[in-house]
């Protein structure tokens, strides 16, 4: 049934509510948050996508608004890797040249232990002694500071754009992929916060048609976060058909994101794989250019065993930015820049501790601050 987008504004309830729009009977749409919640088009937070850069402008709102609190957030998520390579201040104290190869074995198992792996640290640490050797490097806290940029270079050289890439028609479409355990469905909702608090208009889709109970996971984080949700109604609903009918909703009812749960896989189930594939095509023939970004979500307690993940992922969708997850439980934060090493893909947001706002925008210098601070 038709109705006007004034009448639709007006009618929020404070739970989710019964189907609000079903044009297909295997789909429902539902209305979330409280009256009022969101904004009428007369509210401050009326946010189109056809406003002259206003994905740009977004993306670099919750970038900067992020910069503000990120150290001490990143510093109180990274406790156990920082702990870990502590031993490197200890070591560089009263460091000395004849102590060079001795100062530099365990600079590189400190590394190791941390996760950034033998590739990453081997280069490291050559690039240290190199340095050492030809006496640009004359004391504890000149190697600190070299150690820190080398670092740094790795996290920052192969990748550019660490924000949302969000194109320019609306609805922008985020697809969240990654395998079950990871935290995809937490990181959809976190993301849906952030962004919402930023102004956006946003749309969940629950494409989880595989597990059970990752629909109704999701409508509890659309009632947390004021958001609207597409589900669908039969359990033998296709994940590609949920999306294309989410689009299509966001599209005609003028949201400006719709962000995109699909099935956890792992990355060796190649017919589960196969469907993402379908679900990426689905969803690019109701927005052209869709799916903007196609988010992989990777278990920081993993370390670098999240790499194959990776690699798979990347091959069959084409993987745009990585949200690494729970890296404030992992001594193993070392494996965020072999991952980007590895891969060239950016780390657009981290995971670092259970509150809804405990998602951040990833900023590597603050990233490298923090584990060596």
């Not at 240290?128 to 270079?153: C, H, M, Y």
Request: glycine share 10%.
């Amino acid at each position: 049934m038709a109705s006007s987008s004034s009448s639709m504004c007006a009618s929020y309830s404070s739970v989710i509510s019964r189907p609000f729009y079903n044009s297909q009977p295997q789909f429902a749409f539902f209305r979330t948050g409280k009256l009022g919640s969101v904004p009428d088009s007369g509210g401050r937070f009326r946010c189109m996508a056809g406003q002259t850069g206003f994905f740009t402008k977004l993306g670099r709102l919750i970038k900067e608004k992020a910069k503000s609190d990120v150290e001490k957030i990143f510093s109180g998520g990274f406790t156990k890797t920082r702990k870990n390579l502590a031993v490197i201040d200890e070591l560089l104290l009263y460091w000395n040249l004849s102590d060079t190869d001795r100062v530099l074995d365990e600079l590189e198992e400190a590394l190791l232990v941390s996760d950034f792996g033998p590739k990453i640290t081997i280069k490291i640490v050559e690039n240290l002694r190199e340095d050492i050797l030809s006496g640009k490097l004359k004391s504890g806290t000149e190697i600190k500071e070299a150690l820190k940029q080398n670092v740094l270079d790795l996290l920052t050289t192969k990748v550019s754009k660490t924000e949302l890439q969000l194109g320019f028609r609306k609805p922008a479409v985020i697809m969240i992929v990654g395998v079950n355990g990871g935290g995809k469905t937490t990181s959809l909702g976190k993301l849906a916060y952030r962004l919402k608090k930023e102004g956006a208009k946003i749309l969940m889709a629950a494409g989880d048609t595989f597990r059970a109970a990752a629909g109704d996971q999701l409508e509890i984080w659309a009632e947390r976060t004021d958001c609207e949700i597409v589900r669908a109604e039969s359990e033998k609903a296709k994940a590609s058909s949920v999306l294309t009918q989410a689009v299509k909703k966001g599209k005609e009812l003028g949201f400006d994101i719709v962000l995109c749960d699909t099935s956890g896989r792992l990355h060796t189930n190649y017919s589960l794989m196969e469907e993402l594939i379908s679900c990426k095509k689905a969803v690019s023939k109701v927005v052209a250019g869709a799916p903007n970004e196609i988010l992989l979500v990777l278990d920081g307690t993993t370390g670098l065993n999240m790499l194959p993940q990776a690699r798979e992922f990347n091959e069959v969708v084409g993987v745009t930015g990585l949200i690494l997850t729970k890296l404030d439980g992992s001594a193993r934060g070392g494996c965020v820049v072999s991952v980007v090493d590895e891969l060239g893909i950016p780390v657009k947001f981290v995971g670092v501790g259970e509150r809804v706002e405990d998602l951040q925008p990833f900023d590597a210098e603050a990233f490298v601050n923090a584990i060596f601070s």
